[in-house]
């Protein structure tokens, strides 16, 4: 069975503060793909990254990088330097390579930056 | 230009109708999906197809039927309205399967 967590429902930074957001799952699958999306206040669904799990080399993109451990089944999301822009809820999906390649989304984490 | 579009945004209907969705993309994708996205805000997959084959039919109730007249729409009617179906719903399109997904704006159904 496959399962995503985001343990951390809410979090509240004040602007210019790094924050982390945590990824962990679990598959049976060898190979599969990790996703993270942003859900802003006007509720459109923004693509983020793909990871595919061969390859555990961390992405840097902007004030966003990604931490993919294979070892311990984490996919984490780490945020620089925040802006009340980053506000958002933020989720972890996963998805197998095979199949019918279905998606499993976290519940999601709530990031509130505070000006 | 709008990638993947639905419509209506907004629904508002009474117990026991019946509803459509329309969703259409125009980014040549190959795969499409249906979302339900609860108060909660949890996203659970409900349908895709893949060239227009139903590819994931999840625990939906039957009055829910996804329809794929082509590869670039993909409409959701549902039968006999329940206050439970109050939600988001989410069309979401992806290159092929297990790519990444481009979603549509949302349709907020609100049963009463």
């Known amino acids: 069975a496959q399962k995503v967590t985001q343990a951390q429902t809410e979090i509240s930074v004040v602007e210019k503060e790094d924050v982390t957001l945590d990824c962990v799952y679990e598959?049976?699958?060898?190979?599969?793909?990790l996703f993270w999306y942003k859900q802003p206040p006007s509720g459109e669904l923004v693509f983020l990254i793909r990871?595919?799990?061969?390859?555990?080399q961390n992405e840097i993109s902007g004030r966003y990088s990604w931490n993919f451990q294979k070892s311990t089944s984490s996919f984490n999301f780490t945020i620089t330097a925040s802006q009340v822009v980053d506000s958002a809820v933020y989720f972890c999906a996963l998805s197998p390579t095979s199949g019918t390649y279905k998606y499993i989304f976290g519940t999601g984490t709530r990031l509130k930056v505070l000006a | 230009d709008t990638a993947v579009s639905q419509t209506p945004k907004y629904l508002v209907t009474q117990m026991g109708n019946d509803k459509s969705i329309k969703c259409e993309q125009n980014?040549?994708?190959?795969?499409m999906y249906w979302y339900k996205q609860d108060s909660k805000k949890f996203l659970k997959i409900m349908f895709s197809y893949n060239n227009k084959e139903l590819i994931i039919n999840e625990t939906v109730p039957n009055r829910f039927s996804p329809k794929s007249p082509d590869k670039a729409h993909l409409n959701l009617h549902i039968n006999s309205l329940e206050l439970g179906d109050s939600a988001v719903y989410f069309c979401a399109s992806s290159l092929n399967m297990g790519g990444e997904q481009y979603f549509g704006p949302g349709t907020r159904l609100t049963v009463t």
């Open positions: 598959t049976r699958d060898t190979t599969y793909y």
């Open positions: 980014l040549g994708h190959d795969t």
């Open positions: 990871r595919n799990s061969f390859d555990e």
